[in-house]
């Protein structure tokens, strides 16, 4: 009966779980090369004008609700539709089956590196509009802060919260 009960044994959380070692300096060299990347854009800011640095602002803050919707939808993904296209040799099956086997380190890289550096560098790239504003328009620099750094938290959080409703129910198609 002891024989049995082994047998049935399910695992643990923590008895499943791999840590990838290789997987963690790959992304932190990753998430090294594009900070600079994005930075080295950040840094120009001032020098682009206001109108160009707010469509730049604006893209940076829709890449990162957009990778962080790859993110959730790779990270909810069922394998089994994907067999049965591969099955019926419908391209681009095989490649959404090895996403969603790489799962762990494709979200990470979508929600984690790509989602806060972009937190990061939209930060920057707002405190250099607000000085390039409050010095345009000789208006207070504190009230310039605070509702621009307000507007976008509020558009990409909301975008984010919007993004991850719809990454969820359509997640098989995302992937």
Avoid: Y
């Amino acid at each position: 009966m002891d024989r049995d009960r082994r047998k049935l044994r399910v695992k643990s959380s923590a008895e499943n779980l791999k840590v990838n070692h290789k997987w963690t300096v790959i992304v932190t060299i990753l998430a090294f090369v594009l900070s600079v990347a994005f930075s080295v854009l950040t840094a120009s800011a001032d020098e682009m004008g206001t109108v160009l640095a707010f469509v730049v602002l604006l893209l940076i803050v829709i890449m990162s609700i957009v990778f962080d919707m790859l993110g959730m939808a790779i990270s909810t993904a069922s394998e089994a539709p994907f067999h049965a296209m591969a099955t019926r040799r419908i391209k681009g099956a095989k490649e959404s089956i090895k996403i969603i086997r790489n799962a762990q380190q494709l979200s990470s890289l979508c929600n984690d590196v790509i989602g806060d550096i972009a937190g990061i560098i939209s930060g920057a790239m707002t405190g250099a509009i607000v000085i390039g504003l409050a010095t345009i328009l000789n208006a207070d620099f504190n009230l310039l802060n605070l509702l621009l750094t307000g507007l976008v938290g509020a558009l990409m959080i909301g975008g984010k919260a919007a993004g991850k409703g719809v990454a969820m129910l359509n997640n098989n198609t995302i992937v």
